[in-house]
Nanobody
């Protein structure tokens, strides 16, 4: 399975971006998918996750109400809509799939995208 993340860029505070993550190699429709981020000098942390049939979405407190995770299983693609961006959202964002148990721990995910950089200027 290969995941390809895209959509990052430079945006001013208060702006929006939509990240995409396309899967190839097999369908990921039966697995939870998540987004993590890693700021410079910090560890990779959980941002959001959606279960396989998309009826459960969980967010980190820091992004709740501003970010929305979605998936289109027919297109083998997941998304992260980011609104009201803040400078502290600046990070490399990674998509991931197939968590073994915990949805919130990066080490539990088997497949990762290469990351896409989001920079929010003040």
């Amino acid at each position: 399975v290969q995941l390809q993340a895209s959509g990052g860029g430079l945006v001013q505070a208060g702006g929006s971006l939509r990240l995409s993550c396309a899967a190839s190699g097999r369908t990921f429709s039966q697995y939870a998918v998540g987004w993590f981020r890693q700021a410079p000098g910090k560890e990779r942390v959980f941002v959001a996750v959606r279960n396989w049939n998309a009826d459960i979405a969980i967010y980190a407190d820091s992004v709740k109400g501003r970010f929305t995770i979605s998936r289109d299983n027919a297109k083998n693609t997941m998304y992260l809509q980011m609104n009201s961006l803040k400078p502290e959202d600046t990070a490399i964002y990674y998509c991931a799939s197939d968590p073994r148990s915990s949805w919130y721990l990066a080490d539990e995910y088997d497949y990762w995208g290469q990351g896409t950089l989001v920079t929010v200027s003040s």
